[in-house]
């Protein structure tokens, strides 16, 4: 999707470390598992996942690992004690803000004030 | 590489405009989407069509390289600190008298200016660039030249100055601070 990549802004990072939870992937993995668990919704150039995996590792969230595979060179990510903390801290502060902006943008009665 | 030769052109327009590391990386990601759109059913030229355009353009691609490159990072980091380490030690060498130095300070002073100059310059074409991950790499020369020049600033106080001064309370942790942090953002700006 076009406008995803402007859509993830400031998620980004939160949902890759997320597709890694289940265990470790490498990047065109990620990328689907991004596309298939947003149900086509976060569907980024496949290029783009790179660098952001690459910052994340910098970062200390994720560590990757080189293999051979199938006569080529694949790195492989998975995440640190710090990336799943992160991903724990995200995730809490994620639902109550979700929570926050449901209750609001629902309609519904509103109390009124006076 | 046994693949397709769009791929493979792909690939080469990649590799013109980004680290090694990064494109045999790039390379096992397109090969892979390409034998996905293949296993699809999907005629070679077909798939490699199909792959190039669920991959990126190259422009898309090095453009996001470039914004997460870490010498562009670097160097936005040391443009941002720069301006208050430099008032910290212009406070110290006006204090500490330093137009009073014995020589060889003023002909040194001049050439410290001339480096700072352009290595300003070099950290402002990493910090800028959108499109060139080359000149991101500008941010790691630039981060190597401001450790030598804090060392010289360091040096310099420690033999030269007639007695302390108090903006060097300031300026001596900040440098030192600066040469840390520089220190541990090198490596990646340098091998990334």
Known sequence: MAGSGQELKGHLDVLLLATLAAGPRHGYAVKEALREGSGGRFDLPTGTIYPALHRLEEAGLIAGSWSAVDGRRRRTYRLTVAGERRLHADRGNWREFATAVTALLEPGPWPATS | ?192
């Open chain 2, 1 to 192: 590489m046994a693949g397709h030769e769009l791929i493979d052109g792909h690939l080469a327009a990649l590799a013109r405009r980004l680290p090694a590391g990064a494109v045999g990386e790039l390379a096992d990601g397109l090969t892979e989407t390409w034998e996905h759109h293949l296993g699809a059913g999907l005629p070679p030229a077909a798939a490699a069509r199909a792959a190039i355009a669920e991959f990126g353009a190259p422009e898309q691609i090095v453009a996001a390289f470039v914004a997460a490159a870490p010498g562009r990072r670097t160097a936005r980091m040391l443009l941002a600190t720069g301006p208050l380490v430099g008032a910290c030690w212009g406070a110290t060498l006006l204090a500490a008298g330093a137009r009073a130095w014995p020589a060889p300070a003023p002909a040194a002073a001049l050439v410290v200016a001339a480096v700072l100059l352009a290595v300003v310059a070099a950290l402002v074409v990493a910090a800028t660039s959108r499109r060139s991950y080359r000149r991101t790499r500008l941010g790691a020369a630039g981060g190597c030249a401001l450790i030598a020049l804090d060392a010289t600033m360091l040096t310099a106080v420690l033999l030269l100055a007639p007695g302390p001064a108090w903006p060097m309370l300031l300026a001596v942790p900040a440098s030192l601070a600066r040469i840390g942090l520089t220190a541990r953002a090198l490596p990646a700006a340098l091998t990334r």
